[in-house]
Every structure is written in C-alpha cells, then in structure tokens.
C-alpha cells in the first residue's frame, strides 16, 4: 500500500486499476442491502451522538444566563453515551459491506488521507473519555463551570473532525481519476461535494436529536417535571419540534448545493427521481410538524410517529440514492478493470466534472 501512495502522489493521470481475485462472501446485491440498511442505522446513532452533544453545548451555554437550560443539558448528556455505544457496534457491519464491495477503492483512499484516517481512533478515544467525564462528574465540575463547558466543548470539536474525516474518505473513493492531485487529507477536503455535504450532514444530525427529544420526552413514564425543572412537558416537545424544523430548513437550503456539487457523470434522471421523491416525504412531515407547533400543549407530541415514518422514507430514500450514486460513479473505474491488460480502455472518465 506504501507502494501505491507513492504511485499516485507522483502520477498526475489516472491510475490503472485491478480487481482482487477472490469471490465474494454473498451476492453483490446482498452485500449492497446490508450496506444501505447497516449504514442507515449506524447513522442514525451517530446522529443522536453528535447532535445531542451540539444540544447540550447549547443548553448548557444557555444555562449560564437562565438555570433551568442546565437541566436540560444535563437530561440530554445522559443520553449520548448511550447513543455513542450503539453507534460504535452499528459501525461494524457498514464498514465490513464497504471494505468488501468496494476494497480497490476504498483503500487507495485510506492511504491518501492515512494519518487523519489512522487519528480517528486516538480522536474517538479522547471525545467519548471526555463525554463520560462530563456526564458522570457533572456535580463536582458544577463548581467550576466554565471547566466543564470546556471538557463539553472539547468533546464537541472532536466529534465534528469524525465526520468530516469519514465522508473526505469515501468521497475521494468515488474519484481515482482525482487520487494523483490528492495531497493527503486537507487536499481531499477541497474535492467537490465533500464540504457541502458535511454541513447537511451536521443539519442531519441536529434535525435527528429535535425528534429525538420528542420521542423521548412525549412517553408519560418520563418524569418531565423532575428531570428538567422549569420546563413543562410541552415547551420540551415544542423545543424538540422547533430544532427539528429549522434544521431541516437549512437542509433545504443545502440540499441544491450538496446536488450540484456532485460531479455528474454519476447523475442521472433516475438518482434525481430517487432524491425529489424523499424530498416530497420531507416537506410533507416539516408540514406536520408545524401543524403540531401551531396546535394546543394538548396535542403536542400526536402526530409525532407519523413525522417519523415519513422522514424514515426520507432517509431510505437518500441512503438509496447515495449508493445508486457511488455505482454510477465506479461503473466507468470497473469497466476498466476487466480490460485486459495492454488493451486501450473504451470508457473515459476525464470529463467527470462536466456536466451533460
């Protein structure tokens, strides 16, 4: 693998790709089925980790002004370790599918981003230790406040450098024809649709956590009262709501971008088709809940699980979306693989950034 860092930092043309001789362990379709759906819930988690520390931040930075935000910083924090668990053993599987279907890719884009890529696990040691210390010495840290919002604020940038880190990787994999421009990880950053992207990404997540905190705190068994003193159960399900709409709203707004910026000779009619459709579920469920934030404390919380199925087929949607996109993307690059070696390759690729 040393070799071929070498390789490509020195070649400015595309590489010359081959395909590992052995069969997979499952039909292809079988593996993209875990992928997908294994990445959807690995995500989903990730989600609820990142953005329940990003509402925690904000609480307890909102608790320095008005007490009663503290409570609610400290009632989210002690979701997130539980949530970062989940994410953790929900990560295994996607990586796996990932690593089999795509190894000739993958790789060669771990190599390039190596040392941020080899970091994200002295980075997710260090975010998930000061997580825990933060949750479990919230009393003791209470006498020095400002010390406990910097461990909380510490945790926060390291857990927004884990995505970033993630989606520059499997976004240069889609490329090879981009791998002899690469120098090493801030360079792929800089590559089409990786920052736009990550700050849908970032949206996801805080949308994610308002309904999350919706979920959690709308079930009757949950002592609203004692857990989040100064609130009532509706202004924490409004607040809920209110993070979840206006995330999505600035999903909205990134959405075109994130479309645009794909290089498009993986675009088709059919990936634009897959991606209106989950935008349709989308806007029908910001519609709902914004007739629950118009409703009375009363109702608040009703509607709660059919916001959830129509986002769900949001997200199936877009995670369906971005895998017909990377086969789109890596059909030219596999085509070129069972070229024999010595034959001119009949597909080009060096147009990829222009559009049809």
Request: aromatic share 10%; with cysteine.
């Amino acid at each position: 693998m040393a070799a071929l860092a070498t390789i490509l930092f020195m070649a400015q043309t595309e590489p010359l790709l081959r395909d590992i001789p052995l069969p997979l362990p499952l039909p292809a379709v079988a593996l993209a089925a875990i992928l997908v759906l294994a990445f959807l819930a690995h995500i989903l988690f990730v989600d609820l980790l990142l953005g329940g520390a990003l509402l925690t931040l904000w609480a307890e930075l909102r608790g320095r002004r008005e007490a009663r935000y503290l409570g609610l910083a400290r009632a989210v924090a002690a979701t997130i370790t539980v949530n970062k668990s989940l994410a953790v053993v929900l990560g295994v599987a996607p990586l796996l599918a990932i690593n089999t279907l795509y190894p000739v890719f993958f790789y060669p884009a771990t190599v390039l981003t190596g040392r941020m890529w080899i970091s994200l696990v002295p980075i997710l040691i260090a975010a998930f230790l000061l997580l825990y210390l933060h949750k479990y010495r919230w009393e003791q840290l209470s006498r020095r406040p400002a010390l406990r919002l910097g461990v909380l604020g510490l945790a926060v940038a390291l857990l927004l450098l884990v995505p970033l880190i993630f989606l520059t990787n499997v976004n240069l994999m889609l490329f090879p024809e981009r791998w002899g421009g690469v120098r090493g990880f801030w360079s792929a950053t800089l590559l089409p649709n990786v920052l736009p992207r990550y700050l849908h990404f970032v949206c996801a997540a805080l949308a994610a956590t308002g309904l999350f905190l919706v979920g959690w705190m709308r079930r009757p068994a949950y002592p609203a009262a004692e857990r989040v003193p100064g609130f009532t159960r509706s202004e924490l399900l409004r607040l809920g709501y209110r993070l979840a709409l206006v995330a999505s709203l600035a999903q909205l707004a990134l959405g075109p971008l994130n479309f645009f910026t794909l290089p498009w000779h993986g675009v088709t009619w059919e990936l634009a088709g897959i991606f209106t459709a989950g935008l349709a579920f989308a806007l029908v469920a910001m519609h709902q809940i914004g007739r629950e934030l118009r409703g009375p404390d009363t109702g608040v919380g009703r509607r709660f699980w059919a916001v959830v199925a129509l986002l769900s087929v949001t997200v199936l949607c877009m995670g369906w979306g971005r895998h017909a996109y990377r086969e789109n993307t890596l059909a030219p690059h596999r085509a070129q693989m069972v070229q024999p070696v010595g034959q001119p390759v009949q597909t080009d690729v060096s147009t990829a950034d222009r559009r049809p």
